[in-house]
């Protein structure tokens, strides 16, 4: 059957620390995968996308990585603040157009 | 400049109501989406338009018909509503089908009673 998981339902990480967010997927073939930050009470917002030819992508303190052969994309910020504390949704680009969210996980940066 | 907005924001209603809720971009989108977001925050897609044309309709019952009267509004109504359609619908935008960035609206809270 077809899953997108993201592994973690709830983490915590110091504030400074390296936060590391995890998305797997069985039994699908994106073309591309995004990942989104939602804050409570509010739409999702667009953060990166990677393409399946793509390894690894940046911005500012975001990371990225995508391993097709794993079925696995990495979804790190450095120096982590409170105020990167959301929920972070991982969603595959399919090739029918379509898009599919995993249930995200909830990253609580402690002061 | 609101990109994406929807009204209203909370819609609060009895079963065996009909309902309405209305989306616009003004980003120039040619691609639109509706979503539903339940209690367990598991996102699901229900609908998109492309250029005013249906592209996908994900198994969603048929009390659930969407409208579009231009590329720029998406509109959702609900017939009949039912406990189990209480959730946070959202609405969203992306420039076209073969780029998915997603633009999302702030969403509907709708509690059925």
């Known amino acids: 059957s077809q899953k997108i998981e993201q592994n973690s339902e709830a983490l915590n990480i110091q504030e400074g620390k390296t936060a590391t967010l995890t998305c797997n997927y069985t039994n699908y073939s994106p073309a591309y995968l995004q990942w989104y930050r939602q804050d409570p009470g509010r739409g999702p917002v667009f953060l990166l996308l990677?393409?399946?030819?793509?390894k690894e992508k940046r911005k500012e303190r975001l990371k990225v990585t995508f391993d097709t052969t794993l079925k696995q994309s990495l979804f790190h910020i450095t120096a982590s603040q409170p105020a990167d504390s959301a929920t972070y949704l991982c969603a595959l680009d399919l090739r029918d157009d379509k898009i599919i969210f995993g249930k995200g996980t909830r990253l609580h940066i402690l002061p | 400049d609101t990109a994406v907005s929807q009204t209203p924001k909370y819609l609060v209603t009895q079963m065996g109501n009909d309902k309405s809720i209305k989306c616009e971009q003004n980003?120039?989108?040619?691609?639109m989406y509706w979503y539903k977001q339940d209690s367990k925050k598991f996102l699901k897609i229900m609908f998109s338009?492309?250029?005013?044309?249906?592209?996908i309709n994900e198994t969603v019952p048929n009390r659930f018909s969407p409208k579009s009267p231009d590329k720029a509004h998406l509109n959702l109504h609900i017939n009949s509503l039912e406990l189990g359609d209480s959730a946070v619908y959202f609405c969203?935008?992306?420039?076209?089908?073969?780029?998915?960035?997603?633009?999302f609206g702030p969403g509907t809270r709708l509690t059925v009673l």
């Open positions: 980003l120039g989108h040619d691609t």
């Open positions: 969203a935008s992306s420039q076209d089908v073969t780029y998915n960035e997603q633009f």
């Open positions: 338009y492309n250029n005013k044309e249906l592209i």
């Open positions: 990677i393409r399946e030819n793509e």
